[in-house]
């Protein structure tokens, strides 16, 4: 049975010839929606832990994050099994592009990782910045993460993204002009957004040019602004089906090799408020397995 899109498990595979994992670390920065910059609160949704709350402590070196992060995981894996070094937490190339390029060639010298893949916001990507890219590209390759999230400025606005969408159709271009794959975050089940306003952020990221997609059901975390206005009723949590019906319609709209690299994201179970359904993982995998396979 294989399943009805290009996976990410089946692209890496292709790709490196073996099993591939994500080694997710951290680095000493922030994001321009947190120190003022262009806001203080963060976007609406994100945690304290600015989305990296499975990752390691910045307080180890990047080899000692890595070594961590296997450590996690080598009893269930192949021993040939390869890692992907992830920046996950906060905007990764919110720095100086010095410290940046330290840190992708620490993780880059590690013998177990295979790739690089940075997440960060397209507002963010300096000259300087892509200079480092380009050049550590040339070492081992790199995958950027751009949280798009929507292309409807009213609700980029409420989530308090801070940056309009033409920038994101500017970072994609330059990125891809530097040889750099390009994975695109989009959220469904935002605030006052439609299914047909949903689909059509992916339409809208396919046409500019999207290496990868990694879809997620908005979910509320404690402690986030987003729980005030859960509270109060002012916001759905999608169920489980529905998001999926949403996801399937998605999925048709990928050409075959834009690579699938997450079907919905489930928060850290602590401060969970909804959709619950989110939180029970192997559930989850299994419902995606029956329901997409072909």
């Not at 003022?36 to 994050?65: D, M, P, Y």
């Not at 894996?77 to 330290?102: G, H, R």
């Not at 529905?242 to 319609?249: G, M, P, Q």
């Not at 850290?268 to 029956?290: D, F, Q």
Request: charged share 25%; hydrophobic share 40%; proline share 3%.
């Amino acid at each position: 049975m294989m399943l009805s899109y290009l996976d990410v498990n089946t692209y890496l595979r292709e790709r490196f010839g073996v099993k591939v994992y994500k080694a997710s670390i951290s680095l000493d920065v922030t994001c321009p929606n947190r120190d003022g910059t262009k806001g203080t609160g963060g976007c609406i949704f994100c945690s304290s832990g600015g989305s990296g709350e499975f990752t390691s402590s910045k307080r180890l070196s990047i080899a000692e994050q890595i070594d961590e992060a296997i450590a996690k995981v080598s009893n269930k894996v192949p021993e040939d099994t390869l890692y992907i070094a992830y920046f996950q937490s906060f905007t990764n190339t919110y720095c100086e592009a010095s410290y940046l390029k330290d840190a992708i060639l620490a993780a880059m010298a590690h013998s177990k990782i295979c790739m690089v893949s940075i997440a960060t916001r397209p507002d963010c990507l300096p000259d300087s910045i892509m200079e480092v890219l380009a050049s550590c590209n040339k070492v081992k390759p790199i995958m950027v993460e751009l949280g798009l999230q929507t292309i409807h400025e009213e609700t980029a606005k409420w989530i308090r993204r801070g940056y309009e969408t033409p920038i994101y159709d500017e970072a994609v271009a330059k990125l891809k002009s530097i040889g750099i794959e390009v994975i695109t975050h989009v959220i469904f089940g935002l605030k006052g957004e439609t299914e047909d306003m949903m689909l059509d952020t992916v339409r809208h990221a396919v046409a500019v040019g999207t290496d990868g997609i990694k879809f997620t059901c908005l979910y509320i975390l404690r402690g986030t602004d987003l729980e005030k206005e859960y509270e109060e009723g002012l916001i759905h949590a999608l169920e489980q089906e529905e998001y999926f019906d949403i996801v399937s319609k998605a999925l048709s709209l990928l050409p075959p090799n834009v690579v699938v690299h997450r079907l919905t994201g489930d928060g850290p179970k602590k401060i969970l408020m909804a959709p619950l359904w989110t939180a029970n993982k192997r559930s989850v995998i299994n419902y995606i397995n029956k329901r997409f396979k072909s």
